[in-house]
């Protein structure tokens, strides 16, 4: 399993051995191109990239073999709200967080000013400034831009709620931020943000909620919160996910399969599907000519 994110080249652990390797073997080597080799190949490898999923779908350009991104689709709220408060809410940079929350119109108004209030009492900053910070930096400045980017482009159709700012502080810091109503079609809808920053929109029904879920490229992690069992059964079944939860999220054992569909990649880690995925098969065939 490849992936390549747009700054995951920079904390790569790969190339961290690497150097670790070059100045036992090498001492005299210089440290600084082994450095530079993980932004080196990350950049080509996005540059040629292509590859085929497994439901045949070409993929090109920024998107690599394998890639797991943080889900732009993925919680639906069918439900009273008491379980689902105490919920991780935003979609900080985990490949499991879901960046949109799809809720029905019983709840949408209330879930979005409980959401609010929740996010509202987030500590973030420098982690050395104390032990009671909840969330830092994101990864680089220009990744920051990025994320600021995406909400400014949303502004024009949706609601930011809580948030939408970079703060003039040093460091590649992005307040918490909530985004209600966003056009399904749209950037922040479609794409991955890989920040602090979190889509509620409003269904109107079950089968306008599953067509949303599943209308974006990816599909690694969704959750459903219903009191309603069969509804959630059905739901689960018609969600195009690698992973859904119901009246949880997050929750993974090494015996269950993790892994996404689209271009969230494909295989798995965990599981005896794990160990299928790490094995050769081969077919030999013998004419014995009787």
């Known amino acids: 399993m490849l992936t390549v994110a747009d700054f995951a080249s920079r904390t790569s652990a790969t190339v961290t051995l690497l150097r670790q ?51 732009p689709a993925g919680i639906l709220v069918m439900c009273h709200l008491d379980t689902v408060y105490d919920l991780g809410t935003l979609a900080r940079q985990p490949c499991r967080e879901t960046d949109g929350k799809l809720t029905g119109p019983g709840v949408y108004d209330n879930f979005v000013a409980a959401l609010a209030d929740q996010v509202r009492t987030i500590k973030w900053g420098d982690p050395a400034e104390g032990d009671d910070i909840e969330m830092g930096s994101l990864i680089a400045g220009a990744h920051a831009d990025k994320v600021q980017g995406m909400v400014d482009r949303a502004r024009g159709s949706a609601e930011v709620v809580l948030g939408g700012e970079r703060p003039d502080r040093a460091g590649a810091y992005y307040a918490p931020t909530i985004i209600a109503g966003p056009d399904q079609k749209s950037e922040i809808i479609q794409d991955e943000i890989f920040g602090p920053v ?81 094995t050769f098969v081969k077919h030999l065939m013998i004419n014995t000519g009787t």
Not at 24 to 52: F, Q, W, Y
Not at 200 to 217: C, G, L, M
Not at 224 to 250: C, P, Q, Y
Request: hydrophobic letters at 35%; a negative charge; zero cysteines.
């Open 21 to 71: 390797l070059v100045e036992i073997e090498s001492p005299s080597t210089d440290k600084a191109a082994v450095d530079r080799l993980g932004t080196l190949v990350a950049g080509e490898l996005r540059r040629l990239g292509a590859a085929v999923t497994i439901d045949g779908q070409a993929v090109t350009g920024d998107h690599v073999i394998g890639r797991w991104g943080s889900g």
């Open 198 to 278: 979190v889509t509620v929109q409003r269904f109107t029904d079950e089968d306008q909620a599953v067509q949303w879920a599943n209308d974006t490229p990816y599909g690694l992690a969704s959750s459903i919160f219903t009191s309603d069992i069969g509804k959630a059964m059905r739901v689960g079944k018609a969600l195009d996910f690698g992973h859904v939860w119901i009246n949880e999220h997050f929750t993974l054992t090494s015996e269950t399969p993790h892994g996404g569909v689209k271009q969230s990649g494909w295989g798995k880690d965990g599981s005896k599907y794990a160990l299928e995925d790490y």
